[in-house]
């Protein structure tokens, strides 16, 4: 008796050793860990990604019962998207909080800031919300880019101002951040490679509350296309001072325009072309989203859920599709091999689909250009097609 | 693009004056400079936002109910944090002020998000023309009532008893107690018509920046700017360096290439350091600015 006591003590501290090699799982859990800012000025972009995750998470551990009886722990932090905080979030994540992945995270800045120390500890990350193209270029084995980047919004833009609207007289007007930069260097190269360059590229600086210059810069230009690589509110701004001169190019946007630049912009923004890469939660017509909105419903009553909270809730489901799919024994190399085999997964349609190698982690690579419209009295948002810079060259 | 860029910079600067009134009338009569502005400034003019929107208020009372709300407020950071705080040091109650505006930005936050919200034109309408240069109706308007108001305050202090009163209080708390002056009275009735005009500029300039919590910061910092140009106690001079700051900066981006013209903002705070070096106390301000009296 004594000897099969002895056995089984140490069976299960064998067990508990060999559970113990993976970081955030026991029997019961799987913590997950994330940085998203819940305050400070991003705190409009990270209040609906955070529900939009945990909505999910939540769901998965409610009414799916976890994942292979496990329980999803889903630990988001606030960085306030200052990255001197994200350092401190993420190193109290993988340190303290012994996190499985870091999941559904918020913001370039932050993650530019823990990049290197993510590359050595190997933390599996996935379903990253940002537009950064170091996540996915080179490829690093256990980082999975969700969203199209920079290279695929500069690029597209560019090519749909020369392929689309046939414009000759093409200008840019960008915020001077990491952001603008890379859009404007790869929008730079991308009209470089149809043999052509900008007439002008207006830069203004993110503080800026006076468009009024700009827009007089870009009348002066007559450029027939505008690639407007600016935030929303911007954006906005810009736009209507181009009116007010009744200075009316045709402006391409990137994803940071969404239907509130009507609100924003009135009938100035008519005709403004953008990318998407999801469906609009609120549309009436996509099964999917109404099961969406039910689920969001379910955790936050009355709530609208917006763009940024159907991402993070698709990049969750991605991430609970890997978990489910690695197994009962989760590892983080099995956790690993089950997103490298996602293939045109699409979230039931609400995004174009993904599929990853293990040299190809890049993620959404089809964009859903659509363009801002008056139908029938409604603004909105109608679709023109589906643009794939690189199917395009 | 000569006269647009004027023009239109005259459209921008008005808003920079009519921001920097309320400050320097709290200023003026305190000595405190309300680093709090942009946020009390951005919390009254939500309530406008939600009378415009929740109880759909016609426009001029939603601004009026707005205004109600800035002196409101005042009133009661000057009774409620100033009054108490009176006695440390003015470094302290500028951080005070400070502390109040990031109060009101969360509290903002909490009660209306972080969405960058649309505001009405005060006037809307077709725009006008000068030959080839265009103006909205709304900037017009703006750049009026700028003028209109820190003309009637320049006259408040200048030819009116409360006026007087609050100059005194400035110049010299002690002896104007000692002369009758309920000055206590005097300080909340100045951040009250601070904060007051500071809802008023608050619509004016939310039809063209929005309203989002950060939105009206933005401009009080070149309303800043501009009242240092102007010579921080000059209600006349803060419109003076607001409107010539909007014109610099629009000449500035206009005319400089692409790679320097973001630095336009720059460009004009250099420039106010050169003014102050050659002239102290500013443009319009009085030799004791700076002062305390």
Redesign the interface.
């Known amino acids: 008796m004594k000897r099969v006591l002895i056995l089984a003590v140490a069976w299960g501290m064998l067990a508990a050793g060999a559970l113990g090699q993976t970081p955030g799982v026991t029997d019961t859990t799987i913590k997950l860990g994330s940085f998203i800012a819940q305050s400070g000025?991003v705190?409009?972009?990270g209040?609906p990604v955070m529900k939009g995750a945990q909505a999910w998470y939540s769901y998965v551990n409610d009414v799916l019962g976890g994942i292979h009886g496990r329980k999803i722990q889903f630990l988001a932090l606030d960085d306030a998207f200052n990255p001197a905080n994200t350092v401190a979030v993420v190193k109290r994540l993988v340190e303290q909080e012994n996190i499985f992945a870091l999941v559904n995270p918020l913001g370039t800045i932050g993650m530019a800031a823990v990049w290197n120390y993510i590359l050595q500890n190997k933390v599996p990350v996935v379903s990253p919300h940002m537009n950064w193209l170091t996540l996915a270029s080179p490829t690093v084995s256990h980082v999975f880019a969700l969203q199209p980047n920079n290279e695929s919004f500069g690029r597209a833009a560019a090519q749909y101002a020369v392929l689309e609207t046939k414009a000759k007289r093409i200008g840019i007007a960008v915020v001077?951040d990491a952001m603008g930069t890379e859009l404007l260097n790869f929008a730079l190269d991308e009209l470089k490679y149809w043999g052509l360059q900008p007439v002008?590229?207006?830069?203004?600086?993110g503080?800026?509350?006076?468009f009024?210059?700009?827009a007089?810069?870009l009348r002066?230009s007559k450029a027939e296309a505008v690639l407007l690589f600016s935030y929303?509110?911007d954006a906005?701004?810009l736009i209507v001072?181009c009116d007010?001169?009744?200075y009316k190019p045709q402006f391409i946007g990137i994803n940071t325009i969404t239907l509130?630049l009507f609100?924003?912009a009135?009938k100035a923004a008519e005709g403004v072309v953008f990318p998407g890469f999801g469906t609009d939660p609120q549309d009436p017509t996509s099964p999917a989203a109404a099961k969406m909105r039910e689920i969001y419903a379910r955790y936050y009553p009355g709530e609208v859920m917006n763009a940024y909270a159907m991402i993070a809730f698709v990049g969750a489901q991605l991430v609970t599709k890997a978990l489910q799919d690695a197994g009962p024994n989760l590892t983080r190399e099995a956790f690993i091999a089950a997103l490298n085999k996602v293939k045109d997964w699409n979230a039931d349609g609400m995004i174009p689909p993904i599929t990853y190698t293990p040299d190809d982690h890049y993620g959404i690579k089809t964009l859903w250009m659509n363009q801002l419209k008056t139908v029938d009295g409604v603004r909105t948002a109608v679709f023109l097609k589906e643009w794939n810079w690189a199917a395009n060259r | 693009?000569l006269g647009?860029?004027v023009v239109?910079?005259l459209?921008?600067g008005s808003?920079y004056g009519i921001m920097a009134l309320g400050l320097i009338l709290i200023y003026k009569t305190t000595h405190i400079l309300n680093f709090g502005q942009g946020d009390m400034v951005m919390f009254a003019t939500f309530i406008a936002y939600l009378l415009l929107t929740l109880f759909r208020w016609p426009f001029p009372a939603a601004v009026l109910g707005a205004m109600v709300a800035g002196a409101l407020l005042g009133a009661l950071v000057d009774r409620g944090v100033m009054r108490w705080a009176r006695n440390a040091p003015v470094t302290s109650l500028f951080i005070a002020t400070l502390g109040v505006g990031m109060i009101l930005q969360a509290v903002a936050?909490w009660i209306w998000?972080?969405?960058?919200?649309?505001f009405p034109y005060a006037l809307r309408g077709r725009?006008l023309f000068l030959g080839d240069v265009?103006l909205?109706q709304h900037d017009l308007l703006v750049l009026v009532v700028t003028v209109l108001i820190s003309l009637v305050l320049f006259l408040l202090f200048k030819f009116t008893k409360v006026g007087v009163a609050m100059r005194a209080t400035s110049q010299n708390r002690r002896a104007a107690q000692l002369m009758g002056i309920n000055v206590g009275r005097i300080g909340t009735l100045s951040w009250a018509l601070g904060l007051g005009i500071g809802a008023l500029a608050g619509c004016l300039v939310a039809p063209?920046?929005?309203l989002?919590?950060?939105?009206m910061i933005?401009?009080m910092?070149?309303a800043i700017a501009a009242a240092v140009l102007g010579g921080f106690t000059s209600l006349p001079g803060a419109v003076v360096g607001g409107l010539l700051l909007?014109v610099i900066?629009?000449?500035?981006?206009?005319y400089m290439p692409?790679?320097i013209?973001?630095l336009?903002?720059t460009f004009v705070f250099v420039l106010i350091i050169v003014v102050l070096v050659l002239r102290p106390h500013g443009l319009l301000g009085e030799r004791t600015a700076g002062g305390h009296g």
Do not use: H
């Open positions: 000025p705190a409009v972009i209040i001077e002008v590229v207006v830069k203004y600086p503080t800026e509350t006076n009024s210059a700009y007089q810069v002066q929303l509110a906005a701004k001072e007010l001169l009744g509130q609100d924003l009135g | 693009m647009q860029l239109s910079g459209a921008a808003l936050g998000g972080y969405d960058t919200k649309p725009p265009v909205r063209i920046v929005y989002d919590l950060t939105s933005l401009v910092i070149k909007g900066e629009n000449l500035f981006g206009g692409s790679a013209a973001p336009k903002t």
